[in-house]
């Protein structure tokens, strides 16, 4: 199967290297390292049909070899695109060694059958279709496809299991949009040995989740990147990583924001940094009217764990001892980080900043309400354990039960004794952030994942359409999520 693959990727000469020489049961990295392909898929005639292998290979990050989990040989995996109303049929097999399925994070799509069915296990050699069709008004937006087998998500996106899912629509039909120059990020962390392999155990840290100190963009460390003078740059922003912040911004350039993880906002909002959680997507524009000089993309420092360390959290945990908190604390302090490097190149007549983007209906007053609570504890020689309401995930039990064609508001309130911020994320149904800590959220956006701070209760809207069945809400950084802190929803007619 994996000869198969590699004849029909044209890297036949690479099929012995799979298999690579062992040295006191490591690999090494082998001479020939496949370059960090590029295929991508586009829909034709209204299908998207591929093949999808899941399997270990070496890839180049940064120029140096790794060992990763790829989809079809690369990291980040290849970038689908399609349209409102496509079918789209993807055949995953899986050449893993443990089990693995696909989600489609932020399509609204059915949670159920062959299509975003997150309880579906793919077990190792074996093979599933997945197939769903786009509704015809899906929003167009920078959406995502990853693992969701639960106690395997986080290794395996944190070994390169990411890929991005294009609906092209309306947004992409905007004059200025379609004319300005379209890049995809997508952000991804490693921790990886000398060799090449991957040092997950290091690395993990049940709070923080896991990091590594290798930081890529598309698989590259610190690309060049080409901004028209004159013209527009649109960054489609995606935070692939299991647990990393990314605080991004860009030398002397303000970020125009366009849309949000769901889609279009109703007009550019300025911003001068954006702060990208797991799971979350930013699509902006940036403005080529500088010097034209170069300037980096930077990843500003930000403090996780912010005032729930400072505040009386920690307190009553007592079973952390002072030295380890402040490893943990300096880990996430960290310097300003170089991401991307961008230049000035050619030039085109000036190109304005669109006024108006997709008008963004906001989500009527709900007739229902409630509240879900975001807690830690620490397990009596297990660990943490991260939790929804006081519980920790049981795919046996419905935490929340909801009926389609409603609108409920949700209060996350993050109760975290640690301090510890949730990037929440609810699939099938994207949602409406109302207010936090209080304070109305200043403009209209579709979001699927947001940022929970410790002692900020947060509003958000929902509204349930089309699709019955049984799906999850959970934290997006993994660890959290394999820890508990996931909670199954049954959406009803
Ligand atoms: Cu991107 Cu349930 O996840
Ligand atoms: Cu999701
Ligand atoms: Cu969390």
Not at 277 to 283: F, K, L
């Amino acid at each position: 199967m994996k000869r198969r693959i590699l004849l029909e990727l044209g890297l036949s000469s690479l099929g012995g290297v799979l298999l690579s020489d062992c040295v006191q049961g490591q690999r090494l990295p082998p001479s020939i390292v496949s370059p960090n392909l590029t295929k991508n898929y586009t829909s034709q005639g209204g299908l998207l049909d591929i093949n999808v292998e899941a399997y270990y290979n070496w890839v180049t990050l940064g120029g140096k070899p790794a060992n990763l989990m790829t989809y079809n040989g690369q990291v980040p995996g290849p970038k689908l695109e399609a349209k409102p109303g496509d079918t789209i049929r993807i055949r995953l097999r899986n050449n893993l060694t443990q089990p693995t399925n696909l989600h489609y994070h932020g399509l609204h799509i059915a949670p159920t059958g062959n299509a975003d069915n997150i309880f579906l296990s793919i077990p190792p050699k074996e093979q599933l279709t997945y197939e769903f069709t786009l509704p015809k008004d899906h929003p167009s937006g920078t959406f995502w496809y990853h693992p969701h087998r639960h106690g395997f998500t986080a290794e395996q996106l944190f070994a390169g299991l990411a890929g991005l899912f294009i609906v092209r629509g309306e947004l992409d039909e905007i004059p200025q949009i379609k004319a300005a120059k379209e890049e995809f990020l997508v952000l991804q962390d490693f921790g990886l040995d000398n060799n090449g392999n991957q040092l997950i155990p290091h690395h993990r840290d049940q709070m923080i989740g896991r990091e590594g100190s290798l930081v890529t963009l598309n698989g590259q460390v610190n690309p060049t990147l080409s901004i028209p003078r004159g013209g527009l740059l649109r960054l489609r922003l995606l935070n692939a990583s299991p647990s990393r912040f990314y605080r991004l911004s860009l030398e002397n350039h303000p970020l125009y924001l366009i849309a949000t993880d769901g889609g279009s906002i109703a007009e550019p909002v300025e911003l001068p940094e954006l702060l990208l959680t797991p799971g979350e997507r930013a699509d902006v524009l940036i403005k080529g009217d500088r010097e034209p000089q170069q300037y980096r993309l930077l990843n500003l420092p930000y403090d996780r764990f912010g005032m729930g360390m400072m505040g009386g959290g920690m307190m009553g945990g007592g079973m952390m001892g002072g030295g380890m908190m402040g490893g943990r604390f300096n880990r996430n302090t960290r310097q300003v980080e170089t991401l991307a490097t961008l230049v000035y190149q050619g030039s085109t007549s000036p190109l304005p900043l669109p006024k108006q983007l997709l008008p963004v209906e906001p989500l009527p007053e709900p007739k229902f309400s409630r509240s879900i609570e975001l807690s830690s504890t620490m397990m009596r020689g297990m660990g943490m354990a991260f939790l929804f309401n006081g519980q920790p995930y049981d795919h046996e039990r419905i935490d929340t039960q909801v009926k389609i064609n409603t609108v409920e508001d949700w209060e996350l309130i993050n109760r975290d004794r640690m301090g510890m911020e949730h990037p929440f994320h609810l699939h099938i149904n994207p949602f409406q952030i109302i207010s936090r800590n209080g304070q109305p959220e200043p403009y209209v956006a579709w979001k699927d994942v947001v940022l929970v701070r410790p002692g900020e209760p947060l509003k958000i809207r929902i509204h349930f359409k089309d699709f019955v069945g049984k799906t999850v809400y959970h934290c997006h950084i993994f660890d959290h999520e394999d820890l508990g802190m996931m909670a199954t929803i049954q959406m009803t007619a």
